[in-house]
């Protein structure tokens, strides 16, 4: 339902769905009890699907493998890919026809390492996505951005063919996280209200991203995502 109305009602072009009950540290769910959900949202939006795990090697390497298999030829985008786990879901994506979302922290060299890796694979250059690693606004956006910066230059000025991948940014979930996203007004005051700040970081996070070159970014907040798309209209004029 969700899903629907993100794309109806919100204008979502595409869907990440993070299997977050999969979650070790959480619930730690088995890579079956995800399926019936990945199904729901297939079949409730035409738009692109991006199935997110928690970040554990072990449990992503799981469950990812498994949700690339049961939905084969449907072009998920799996996310995250790292290096220690590219191998198996990298031939899962070859496999099954489904697109990898490379994660590397927020280095230039890391990222052009596991590209070539999931290209020596056997992925094709135009089945990867690359995540630098996003930091929010006033949580390293700037070493981010210069990062991407370099990223970019890499592949447009000095033409390596390595790093002409596209860039995701994961901005919503790391916003929501921090600090002043969460505090209350009684606690900081001096920020204003809550709710709106949050809005306000979003949504200068994701512009920031867009700037320097990203491709797609995952946001969370409808009224941020309204907002970014006025500043994308704007630019554009």
């Not at 990298?90 to 994660?103: E, L, P």
């Not at 920020?191 to 867009?210: C, D, F, H, N, S």
Request: with cysteine; hydrophobic share 45%.
């Amino acid at each position: 339902a969700w899903a629907k109305k993100d794309v109806e009602q919100y204008g979502a072009e595409l869907i990440c769905l993070k299997l977050q009950s999969t979650d070790p540290n959480g619930k730690n769910a088995g890579a079956e009890s995800v399926l019936p959900t990945v199904e729901k949202v297939l079949k409730a939006v035409d738009v692109p699907l991006i199935v997110a795990g928690v970040a554990n090697i072990e449990k992503d390497r799981e469950v990812l493998r498994k949700v690339a298999e049961k939905f084969e030829q449907k072009n998920l985008v799996l996310w995250p890919v790292e290096e220690a786990n590219h191998k198996i879901l990298g031939a899962g994506a070859i496999s099954f026809g489904h697109t990898i979302g490379a994660s590397t922290p927020i280095d230039v060299n890391l990222a052009k390492q596991l590209n070539t890796l999931l290209e020596n694979l056997g992925v094709k250059s135009d089945k990867i996505l690359m995540d630098p690693t996003t930091g929010a606004l006033g949580y390293g956006i700037e070493y981010c951005y210069s990062v991407m910066e370099r990223d970019r230059m890499a592949a447009l000025v000095q033409q390596d063919e390595k790093m002409q991948k596209p860039l995701i940014n994961f901005v919503g979930p790391e916003v929501w996280k921090i600090k002043e996203t969460n505090q209350t007004q009684a606690e900081a005051p001096q920020l204003g209200e809550q709710k709106l700040r949050g809005i306000i970081y979003e949504a200068v996070t994701a512009v920031m991203t867009l700037i320097v070159g990203s491709d797609i970014v995952v946001m969370l907040h409808p009224d941020a995502i309204a907002y970014t798309k006025k500043i994308i209209a704007e630019l554009l004029k």
